[in-house]
């Protein structure tokens, strides 16, 4: 079933992480996207992991708090070696998680390759490029750009989470998948783009 999407909304992208956990809002109007704040709750002087997490709690909440998101975009925990790194990372996005469960926030998870997908096309881009595709697709001044790509990242969050879900509903019917499109205008598609599969759905 398809739901209407608001045409007006705000995101709220999130970047887990126990010593500097980035966020970043968006806000949504119609089809178009644009910049509210982003930042980086620095837990570096916290030394114990549980309070850490409380802290990750409170400031989540905060955030909530004032920009009154309504729906939350996480990045997944990348699955790495370290075992005991994706024990405290999965704490830090669980903390983060209840936080918005707490304000009856919408939550929805990407994964880091999703993320780098939907931003540069590129699954494998460095950080530093999803924060220059985001500076220029946004319009972020050079001098508001943040000290530490986990804000970037976040916002990357959110971004991802706002062309996942296209544009609302406007009342003119079009195709919903290229696989639609196709069915409707062969005699326009070619036989090369024909072949090209839908990229999955999240």
């Excluded at 045409?7 to 999130?14: N, Q, S, T, V």
């Excluded at 990407?110 to 490029?129: H, R």
């Excluded at 750009?145 to 019917?173: I, W």
């Amino acid at each position: 079933m398809d739901r209407k999407i608001p045409a007006e909304r705000i995101i709220l992208g999130i970047d887990p992480g126990t010593n500097i956990m980035g966020y970043g809002v968006i806000k949504v109007n119609g089809n178009k996207a644009g910049i509210v704040a982003m930042g980086v709750i620095d837990l570096h002087k916290e030394k114990d992991m549980y309070l850490k997490l409380g802290h990750i709690f409170q400031r989540v909440g905060g955030i909530i708090e004032e920009y009154l998101p309504d729906e939350m975009a996480i990045e997944a925990p990348f699955f790495g070696k370290n075992v005991q790194s994706m024990l405290k990372l999965g704490r830090a996005q669980g903390v983060a998680i209840a936080a918005a469960i707490n304000h009856d926030i919408p939550i929805h998870e990407y994964a880091p390759l999703k993320i780098k997908m939907a931003i540069t096309g590129n699954g494998s881009a460095s950080k530093e490029q999803v924060a220059a595709m985001l500076q220029r697709m946004l319009n972020i001044s050079q001098d508001e750009m943040p000290k530490y790509l986990d804000a970037t990242d976040a916002l990357g969050a959110a971004y991802c989470h706002f062309l996942q879900l296209g544009r609302p509903d406007t009342g003119v019917k079009g195709p919903k998948s290229w696989k639609e499109f196709i069915a409707g205008n062969s005699d326009r598609v070619s036989q090369g783009r024909r072949a090209k599969k839908e990229p999955p759905t999240v």
